[in-house]
């Protein structure tokens, strides 16, 4: 498949400026909060398939926000009151219930994402931007591989959720210890592996581009999702594009924070 080809599998849907309160909050892992927001206003959440992400916007208190808030009227805003922005994934879209849990990673109380996640109570208002385009797997891929860390859960779990029972994936999640895994059904063949830090902080390439490194993957059929920190990113990418040949389209790497330094 060329590399036009793997870029019409991405889906594009209507970007808008979302403001839905929270539902509930539940503690999915001592390290995870799964925050549910929703509301009528959802009705016109397209879903984007995959590992659809949204842009949450966090204004400074006491700014007084336009009615009604739009992408546009927040923009017109922006000279006065601009948004600090973090990029989550949509970790579940229910259409029915018109509701969207969004899974946050509590690795600082001070995160602008992480502390808010932390102290949210039901009620309480998040506005957010997207969805944003999606990855949609190549059907015609023998074996996907899925790397990330704990950020990328929700995005590999919601791949692995839209897998066909025929797909086969290799699935590698770094966590801080054996108490954050989590169950991540699948029709797929999907043989999934824990990497545990066990103490080590959040960050290193090591373990993740170590156990990508020992994967047996067929070169011409594998296409590779992976997501995390900047450095093991680049690590199993350049490891997959340089050593093992995989071609370029088929190699679908994406930051998701970058070690010291806020946002993304
Ligand atoms: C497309 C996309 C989808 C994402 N989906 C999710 C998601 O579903 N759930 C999720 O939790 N995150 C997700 N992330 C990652 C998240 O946006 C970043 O971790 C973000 O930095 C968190 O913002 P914060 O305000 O909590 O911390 P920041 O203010 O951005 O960072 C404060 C400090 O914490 C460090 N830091 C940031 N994240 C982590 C971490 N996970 N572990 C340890 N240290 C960290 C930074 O290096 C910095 O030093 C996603 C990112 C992208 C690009």
Not at 109 to 123: E, I, M, T, V, Y
Request: charged share 25%; proline share 9%.
């Amino acid at each position: 498949m060329s590399a036009n080809a793997a870029q019409a599998r991405v889906h594009r849907p209507q970007v808008k400026l979302w403001r839905v309160p929270v539902r509930r909050i539940e503690r999915v892992t001592p390290r995870m909060a799964r925050v549910t927001v929703g509301g009528d206003d959802l009705a016109d959440f397209a879903g984007a398939g995959t590992d659809q992400n949204v842009m949450l916007y966090f204004y400074p208190d006491g700014v007084r926000l336009p009615e009604p808030l739009t992408l546009e009227s927040a923009r017109a805003l922006w000279s006065k009151a601009r948004p600090m922005t973090r990029t989550y994934t949509v970790a579940r879209h229910d259409p029915d219930a018109c509701e969207i849990d969004f899974d946050f990673v509590l690795h600082a109380a001070d995160g602008l994402g992480s502390g808010w996640a932390q102290r949210a109570r039901p009620g309480d208002p998040l506005i957010f931007v997207g969805p944003s385009p999606a990855y949609r797997p190549d059907p015609d891929a023998g074996t996907y591989l899925l790397a990330g860390d704990e950020t990328a859960l929700p995005a590999i779990a919601a791949i692995l959720r839209e897998l066909p029972a025929a797909a086969r994936a290799r699935v590698l999640v770094e966590v801080a210890g054996a108490d954050e895994e989590q169950p991540l059904p699948t029709a797929a063949d999907a043989e999934i592996t824990w990497l545990h830090r066990d103490g080590r902080p959040a960050g290193r390439p090591d373990l993740l581009d170590g156990a990508v490194r020992g994967l047996d993957l067929p070169a011409g059929t594998t296409e590779a999702w992976v997501a995390g920190e900047r450095s093991a990113v680049l690590a199993v990418r350049r490891h997959l594009l340089d050593e093992r040949g995989l071609p370029r389209h088929r190699v679908r790497p994406t930051t998701y924070w970058r070690h010291g330094q806020s946002g993304n």
